[in-house]
Structures are given as structure tokens and as C-alpha cells.
């Protein structure tokens, strides 16, 4: 197994976010400064490029430059970004929580919008691109549609929570919902609509990820004592703990998989933590550079990592919007 290492000089490392274009649904002069919030990070399906992307703006950064080139934004107050399918750089928009509207995000062009007969809470972009869901928390319903033809596929339904449901995403592998109410996990066969075992915790769940090949779920949080913090590997399907890495005195913010499926990177507030999945001990923890301030709360963190689809970089993001990129020594 190659044993993957990180260098210790950054590609770039918190480039303000100064962009030289910009388009979206009210365009912004090019030398405006970006007020952007953190959001989160996906990638494009051949590494070219990552992208971060909140509830109002998408930015995509080219890779390992790491310059801001488009930027993709809405003001409207009644709609929020849900997904991006970045095959075919699709932006989707959820508006008044009755209507999906498809935008083409390299030129701000509506392609379409479909009324949709309940409130939608979220939705996510399956990683082909080709669909996009959304769900409806009153209904515990996932509803899918074509993103090409704007053609709805099917409706899924039959998971059981008392608490309100969290979220709906694509498993990697593209063949499974992920259900997430509070404590509670549940994947679902697309094809069949067959729903797998129960994964409950004790406590409420926020950072959690699925291996590329679906088979494992990350959860973080605090042990059954409540003493230590720790990262809980479950068998997807069956619903069975493999097993579990313990931190120090962090909670993990982010759990990405390398694209190998042979380990796992966890972020705490400052530092990376690197475990191999073939005995699930800690092989490296690095302290990440930021900004330190004396107001706790005004300190910088970890917000989210995330491996490159071909497994050679990591992106980071922090709560200050700074977008950093690692390059993995694969030796």
C-alpha cells in the first residue's frame, strides 16, 4: 500500500478571495471583494478543478494554481444553491422550497425549473451528474430527477424517524440515498428501494462521510462516557461498528476517504490526522497553519477537508472562507 504523506510546503495556502470574474444571477463588478461564507468543498470528476460552494455563490478554483475563475452567485432572498453536478456544471436551485430551477453555472443561463407538489428542505446532485434529488422533510421523501430532461425518475420513501430528517445525499457509488435524522443513518437501494440496517448513535451526529465504494460510514463524535472524542467506522449495510479511532482533546470537524479506500483523513480544529484502514491506527497528525487571535471565538479552524478525486491533493477549507491545497507525496 503506498503510504501517503504530506508535504510540508503548501501549493497556496489561504488565498483571499479576490476574483477576476464573476457571473450569476446578479452579477457582481469584477473588482468587488467577495463576502463569501465558508459553505463547503467539492471537485470536479477529473481534478481540474475544486470548488466552494454556500447557499448564495459558487466559486471554482483551477488546479494547483488555485485562482478563483468563475464565480456563480444569487441575492435572492426566496432561493439557495442545493447542489452542484459539476459533470456537466449544472447549478440547482431551490426557490420558495416549490420549485428546482437548473442553471447553467458557466454562463448563468436558467435551463429549466420544475414545480414540485411539496416543500422541499435540500437536495444533492448524484456524483454521475446525471440526477439530482430532492426531499421533503414533512414527507420523508426523496424525490429524483433526470438532470438532463428535467424528468422526474422516481420517489423514494420508507425511512422511520421520530426526529426531523437532516439530510438526503448520493452514496458515492451512486447506487444509494444516505438518510441522516439526528443520531440516525439509514442507506437505501436506489433500484429496489430495499433500506439497509439501522446505524443509531447516543448523541447527535453532524460530521460523517461515506468510503467510495459505500461500504463504510465515518461518524464523529464523543464516546458512549462522554470523555474522549472519537471516529466511529460502521459496516454500511449491516449497521455493525468495525471499529474506532479516538483523538485528543478535539472534536473532528471533516472526514474525507482517499480515493484508494485504504485510508481516511480526519480533521480536528487544527490538525490533519491520517489512519489506515487496514488496521485503523493513526500514522501521522499534523498541526495545520492558521491564524491564531486572543478571542476563542474569532479563531480560525478546520472546516472541511477533501482528497481530489485522483487521490494526488487536499483541499481544506476553514471557517474564514480560506481555501488552502496540499500535495500528497505518494511514496
Not at 18 to 33: K, N, R
Not at 53 to 65: D, E, G, M, N, V
Not at 112 to 119: A, G, N, S, T
Request: with cysteine; aromatic share 10%; net charge negative.
Amino acid at each position: 500500500m503506498k503510504k501517503a504523506t504530506l508535504q510540508k510546503k503548501r501549493i497556496l495556502g489561504f488565498l483571499l478571495l479576490i476574483l477576476v470574474f464573476s457571473c450569476g444571477f446578479s452579477p457582481a463588478l469584477q473588482d468587488e471583494p467577495a463576502f463569501f461564507p465558508a459553505g463547503s468543498l467539492i471537485w470536479s470528476p477529473d481534478a481540474r478543478n475544486m470548488l466552494q460552494i454556500s447557499q448564495s455563490a459558487i466559486i471554482r478554483y483551477a488546479i494547483p494554481q488555485l485562482n478563483p475563475q468563475v464565480r456563480f452567485e444569487t441575492h435572492l432572498e426566496n432561493q439557495e444553491i442545493a447542489g452542484f453536478c459539476a459533470k456537466n456544471q449544472t447549478a440547482v436551485i431551490i426557490e420558495d422550497r416549490q420549485k428546482i430551477v437548473f442553471y447553467d453555472a458557466s454562463n448563468a443561463e436558467m435551463i429549466r425549473e420544475i414545480l414540485i407538489p411539496f416543500d422541499a428542505y435540500g437536495g444533492s446532485c448524484s456524483p454521475d451528474g446525471s440526477s439530482f434529488l430532492v426531499y421533503s422533510a414533512d414527507e420523508i421523501s426523496a424525490s429524483l430527477w433526470d438532470v438532463e430532461s428535467g424528468v422526474e425518475q422516481k420517489t423514494l420513501s420508507g425511512f422511520s424517524t421520530a426526529a426531523p430528517v437532516y439530510s438526503v445525499n448520493f452514496s458515492p457509488d451512486n447506487t444509494a440515498l444516505l438518510w441522516h435524522a439526528r443520531a440516525s443513518f439509514q442507506l437505501q437501494e436506489i433500484e429496489s428501494g430495499r433500506l439497509w440496517n439501522s446505524i443509531d448513535l447516543w448523541d447527535f451526529v453532524d460530521v460523517y462521510t461515506l468510503s467510495p465504494d459505500s461500504k463504510i460510514l465515518a461518524t464523529a463524535i464523543f464516546t458512549e462516557d462522554a470523555l474522549q472524542y472519537t471516529v466511529i467506522f460502521w459496516n454500511a449495510e449491516s449497521g455493525e461498528e468495525i471499529n474506532r479511532v479516538l483523538l485528543s482533546d478535539q472534536p473532528a470537524r471533516s472526514i474525507t476517504f482517499h480515493p484508494d479506500n485504504q485510508r481516511v483523513m480526519i480533521a480536528d480544529n487544527t490538525h490533519l490526522y491520517q489512519v489506515n484502514l487496514a488496521d485503523f491506527k493513526i500514522s501521522s497528525k499534523e498541526l495545520f497553519p492558521l491564524s491564531n487571535v486572543d478571542d476563542p471565538d474569532q479563531s480560525e479552524r478546520i472546516q472541511q477537508i477533501s482528497f481530489s478525486p485522483d487521490g494526488n491533493f487536499l483541499g481544506v477549507l476553514t471557517n474564514k472562507a480560506q481555501v488552502s491545497l496540499i500535495q500528497l507525496d505518494q511514496k
